[in-house]
């Protein structure tokens, strides 16, 4: 017992890339996975056990290895930002009037939002500029708005036809968190989701909900036309248990056409 100690307290001296390397982990697996190590060993590949090893600070002699190499070459943690799809605006005064004759919009109360087409919207990271067709004007003072930087506004496709009515017309435009894509309980939020076909036409605006049915965990999708039934998919055989690729983001404001409502 006395040599393993000894030996641990070896392995573990000058280990500073290692505790940069379990805190970014643990400061991860908050962000990104809302905390549950579950989601993060999906998203990785690994088993579950493996990763709440590595999460409570268990030590291996490979890991070990690792980190004293890095520590010898000044190897550095950094933990990757948040994408921010906006961008900060700026309102030029006219020229007519004097500029301290003018109360105009302050421009730090507001930030441009890339509109994209439905599979770039519901993509990860930056939205590159060759692929954003318009930016729209979002007040940041708006409640739903408050401190999110991770949006993009879509369009309401004409091909789904009225199946979110009357709600949502084709043609509308909707605002999407693509930070916020789990379904709250009780179910009655919008999102951006996308059945498992995985083509360009399986993405839609639906409300969802997660329930269990004999042991399963199903998602279901449905409509606020009442013509239109829900779909329901299991999210182990369709989604390989990974909600990410059944929601992408929650719509948290709408531009509608007023004279179809």
Request: aromatic share 6%; hydrophobic share 40%.
């Amino acid at each position: 017992m006395a040599s393993r100690q000894a030996k641990n307290s070896v392995l573990s001296e000058g280990m500073s890339f290692y505790d940069d390397l379990l805190e970014a982990l643990n400061q991860g697996l908050e962000k990104w996975y809302d905390g549950v190590p579950n989601r993060l060993a999906k998203a990785a590949n690994a088993h579950l056990t493996t990763v709440k090893r590595v999460l409570s600070g268990e030590r291996s002699k490979w890991l070990s290895l690792i980190c004293r190499l890095a520590d010898a070459t000044g190897l550095e943690i950094r933990l990757p930002e948040a994408p921010e799809t906006g961008k900060d605006v700026h309102f030029v005064k006219p020229e007519v009037l004097s500029a301290q004759e003018i109360k105009g919009p302050i421009d730090d109360q507001y930030m441009a939002v890339p509109m994209a087409k439905r599979p770039v919207a519901a993509g990860g990271g930056i939205i590159p500029e060759d692929k954003v067709e318009s930016w729209i004007l979002v007040w940041k003072g708006q409640e739903a708005v408050r401190h999110k930087s991770n949006l993009a506004v879509v369009r309401v496709d004409v091909r789904e036809g009225a199946s979110m009515e009357p709600t949502l017309h084709p043609g509308d435009l909707a605002l999407i968190d693509r930070n916020d894509w789990t379904p709250k309980s009780p179910p009655g939020n919008i999102y951006l989701v996308q059945r498992p076909d995985g083509d360009e036409m399986s993405l839609a605006i639906k409300r969802a909900k997660i329930q269990t049915k004999n042991g399963q965990e199903l998602i279901v999708f449905y409509s606020d036309n009442p013509e239109h039934g829900p779909e329901i998919y299991d999210m182990n055989s369709d989604f390989e248990g990974d909600l990410t690729r059944a929601v992408k983001g929650r719509v948290i404001w709408s531009w509608s056409d007023m004279t179809k409502k």
